[in-house]
């Protein structure tokens, strides 16, 4: 029982940074539409800077908010501009694509500019362990699951309580009638780009000291973070959340009860089973054919 | 049709008939791939070009079409039998496809499509019994008809060839027929075709099985042409590097798999030079391709047409107001 | 104010025939107990002020909802539980309330397309040629609303008003025994709503068609249609000529005379 609950804590510490890649990948497509495959690398972009800035010197912290505004710029600011507004207009698939292509070239442009090999990276939380009623935790996990918890607490909270996050709650739900509102979309569309950025840069900096940073790392991350959104709901934020953390949970479950090669697998599975059952995800609500 | 447009098809043509009998094996097999791409993105501009649907999982029936072919060749089966139960094979799991499509609205159709090429990667990975598992299946024969052997490269490419042709009149006849019409309103506007006695869901069905059919041939063709296959080939990456030639080339433009499949097949070879950075230009290119070009390649026509439509009509506008000026003067 | 067309009062059995229709939507009433007919060859417009029900009335009769309650019957055959391409099948033909031509098709293509499927089969009309051997048909109807001069263009690129024309033709095309129109005059130039109107009398006149037309446009409604019903809250005030309905004081009161 111990095993479980620890695998249980644990998976959920991978499944929050999951949450944190599908949260944002939700609202970009609530708020504009873009289907965003590059969101993988979205979250290696940031890994990278902060290894580059940790080795001119700079401490982790320091990094780490050096990085976010980075992202918001990049990811948020210029993917915006350059990327989603030229093609908004041109439905989902020209969007697609570009991203598509962005993927492809992020991760390689990594590895041809940069390095091949996975690059170290510090640790964010002490390297200790604690004992709660016989269950090992690190304080990674905790660190981790709180960090990324908080994070989407916050987001949460601000899309729901300010006027702000409410103004971008009315654009994803319908855009003309906000903008007859006088809500000022492009600028609401902005920020929930840069909200996706700052999360894709958080996610960088709790699973980067695990798993290396490595140009491919955004792959199987995008991949999970996509399943997670899409079985948690892909039009509720809550569902990513909850998309996240189910995923990291069996994840961690199946890779130590059934096997290690089936880790991958799980999402996978999880994804189809509720494709077939409950398209619209598991906190989603079905979508209206428009007349 | 216009008549450039038939002297720019008899024109690639030619390209595909000469070029490739002054080439060596390695170009021979680009130019065996890109017809093979070329098929299987015909059928994919069929489902998501044409009638406007969404497929992402495009792949699985290229792997079906491929492992049917070897299964049925490596159990003694003859090649001309293997191809076309494959294609039966495909049409009829492109029909069952379908059905998720009917229920489920764009987005979440695209997931769909998703989750069963997965499915089935999954199965060709793990049924070693059946597909060897990751180890795939080597050693595929070539066919050979009447007294021609196609173990040949070349001759084999010209088989290929041969098929696509059939398959490219086959399918421009599909589109000539009333059916073009049929899935361009259903693609355009469902409703709208629905109310016109459109029957939207049988078209829906048929544009998923007759895209999927195109798919299995041409896994069948490349599983007889690299003589070795393995799941690697058939994952959601392909499916979505297919979905890519086809929206770059041109979705509902018939040639656009040719160029969009060029794109996906030859480009990256081209690319080799930079070593390296290949990939990256590669994305990149297709970044600023989709971001100029959203319609794709072979809407550059369209475009310069409708630019010169526009100034047309602004320099007829200027030149009526400047006679109603010139009246009121 | 007689129109020779109206002497002509359409006589028979009905074409259409709605009974006792109801759907509600949560507590709102929409529609509450509505019953009509439509004679052959008639035309029988239906007004009210907005919220009066008549769209979710139309959408009842084209099987995009399902009603509460009631029955609609087309030419005697029960067809309550009819989607919209089992209606088209059976002979019903709509416009819709915003423009729903198919943009990237030629004006010809649209009209084309339009009647198409009520040819053949599915599998036969693999080797059909292009356009199903309803050119010369098309072409009549091109003649007919004069967009002889726009009809090789792709209906996206023409004007409001001349898609509008191509939107109403397109109804006609299969020939239908009932054609629907919502609002045929909606957002188009005033100086062009004469010419629907001779348009539609018309097509009435030659194809014996029968249709029911939702307008707002009061003149227009007058001068069209043979028998008027009038909607408010969901339930009819009253159905009648036209004259009938102009000097019914309960109309007047309700809609008209303010």
Same mark, same amino acid.
């Given at each position: 029982m111990t095993d479980f609950l620890q695998l249980f804590l644990s998976g959920l510490a991978t499944g929050s940074i999951y949450a944190l890649a599908a949260l944002g990948f939700t609202l970009l497509w609530q708020a504009s %539409?873009?289907?965003? =495959?590059a969101q993988g690398e979205f979250v290696m972009l940031p890994a990278f800077m902060m290894v580059v800035l940790l080795g001119s010197g700079l401490p982790l912290y320091v990094a780490f908010a050096v990085s976010i505004v980075l992202s918001v710029l990049v990811l948020g600011w210029l993917f915006k501009r350059g990327l989603v507004d030229p093609l =908004?207009?041109? %439905?989902?698939m020209p969007i697609v694509v570009a991203t598509i292509g962005l993927s492809i070239a992020m991760r390689n442009g990594v590895r041809a500019g940069y390095s091949a090999e996975p690059q170290p990276f510090p640790q964010v939380f002490p390297d200790k362990v604690f004992d709660v009623a016989g269950v090992t935790v690190s304080a990674g996990d905790i660190g981790t699951f709180v960090f990324a918890m908080l994070l989407v607490v916050v987001t949460q909270a601000f899309l729901n309580k300010t006027v702000t996050g409410r103004a971008m709650q009315a654009v994803a739900q319908n855009t003309e009638s906000a903008s007859v509102l006088g809500i000022n979309v492009p600028r609401m569309i902005f920020y929930t780009f840069a909200i996706n950025a700052v999360l894709a840069a958080a996610a960088a900096l709790l699973v980067t000291p695990t798993y290396l940073a490595k140009f491919d790392m955004g792959e199987g991350l995008g991949t999970k973070a996509f399943f997670a959104a899409i079985i948690g709901g892909f039009n509720n934020s809550r569902g990513a959340l909850l998309g996240g953390l189910i995923v990291g949970v069996c994840e961690n479950l199946a890779a130590a009860y059934i096997s290690p090669a089936y880790k991958d697998a799980v999402a996978l599975l999880i994804f189809m089973v509720v494709i077939l059952f409950k398209p619209q995800g598991l906190l989603g609500k079905k979508e209206e054919r428009k007349v | 049709m216009k008549k450039l447009n038939l002297f720019i098809t008899l024109a690639v043509l030619a390209v595909f008939l000469v070029v490739p009998s002054f080439l060596k094996n390695y170009g021979i097999h680009i130019f065996t791939t890109w017809l093979v791409f070329i098929i299987a993105t015909m059928g994919l501009n069929l489902t998501v070009g044409y009638a406007g649907q969404k497929s992402l999982g495009h792949a699985a029936f290229f792997g079906i079409g491929a492992y049917t072919v070897a299964i049925l060749l490596k159990a003694g089966f003859s090649f001309w039998l293997g191809l076309p139960v494959a294609a039966l094979i495909c049409f009829f799991t492109g029909l069952a496809l379908g059905f998720p499509a009917l229920r489920v609205q764009t987005i979440y159709l695209a997931f769909a499509t998703l989750g069963f090429n997965t499915a089935l990667w999954l199965v060709m990975r793990n049924e070693e019994w059946l597909t060897g598992g990751t180890f795939g299946i080597n050693n595929i024969a070539r066919p050979s008809l009447g007294g021609i052997s196609f173990d040949g490269n070349l001759a084999y490419y010209y088989l290929v060839l041969v098929f696509t042709v059939v398959l490219a009149l086959l399918l421009w006849g599909l589109l000539r027929s009333p059916w073009g019409k049929a899935f361009t309103a259903l693609r355009d506007n469902a409703i709208r075709a629905e109310s016109l006695g459109i029957d939207t869901r049988g078209y829906t069905l048929l544009s998923f099985a007759i895209g999927a059919v195109y798919a299995g041939i041409a896994g069948g063709l490349y599983a007889s042409q690299v003589q070795f296959i393995d799941p690697?080939?058939?994952?959601v990456g392909a499916s979505i590097m297919m979905y890519l030639m086809v929206v770059v080339g041109g979705p509902g433009y018939f040639l656009g798999p040719v160029l969009g499949s060029a794109v996906g097949v030859v480009l990256p070879e081209w690319l080799r030079f930079a070593q390296a950075w290949y990939l990256f230009i590669f994305g990149a290119a297709v970044v600023m391709l989709m971001i100029w070009l959203p319609d794709g390649l072979l809407s550059i026509p369209d475009r310069i047409a409708a630019r010169r439509a526009s100034r047309e009509a602004s320099a007829a506008r200027a030149a009526a107001a400047k006679a109603a000026q010139g009246v009121q003067a | 104010m007689t129109h020779p067309h109206q002497h002509n009062r359409p006589e028979g059995a009905p074409v259409l025939k709605v009974t006792d229709m109801k759907k509600a939507y949560g507590a709102i009433q929409a529609v509450g107990g509505v019953s009509f007919e439509v004679r052959p060859g008639e035309i029988f417009g239906v007004i009210g002020p907005n919220g009066s029900g008549k769209t979710t009335l139309f959408n009842s009769m084209l099987g995009q909802i399902t009603p509460d309650e009631g029955k609609i019957e087309l030419k005697g055959q029960d067809v309550t539980k009819c989607g919209p391409l089992e209606l088209n099948r059976r002979g019903v033909g709509r416009t819709f309330q915003t423009l729903q031509v198919f943009g990237k098709m030629t004006v010809r293509d649209n009209l084309i397309v339009a009647a198409q499927e009520h040819h053949g089969s599915m599998f036969s009309r693999m080797f059909a040629p292009s356009d199903s051997g309803l050119g010369a048909k098309a072409d009549a109807l091109i003649d007919q609303f004069h967009i002889r001069h726009v009809a090789h263009k792709k209906a996206g690129e023409l004007s409001y008003g001349q898609q509008k024309l191509v939107d109403i033709a397109m109804a006609f095309m299969s020939e239908p025994d009932l054609v629907l129109l919502d609002e045929p005059c909606a957002g188009v130039n005033p100086s062009l709503v004469g010419g629907i109107s001779t348009l539609l009398k018309d097509l009435n006149r030659t194809r014996q068609g029968s249709f029911v037309v939702i307008e707002h446009n009061m003149d227009f409604v007058m001068d069209l249609c043979h028998r008027i019903m009038v909607m408010v809250e969901g339930k009819v005030l009253a159905i009648g000529t036209p004259e009938e309905i102009r000097s019914n004081k309960q109309v007047l009161d309700a809609y008209l005379g303010n």
């Open positions: %539409g873009t289907i965003n =495959f =908004f207009k041109y %439905g989902m | 690697a080939l058939f994952t | -």
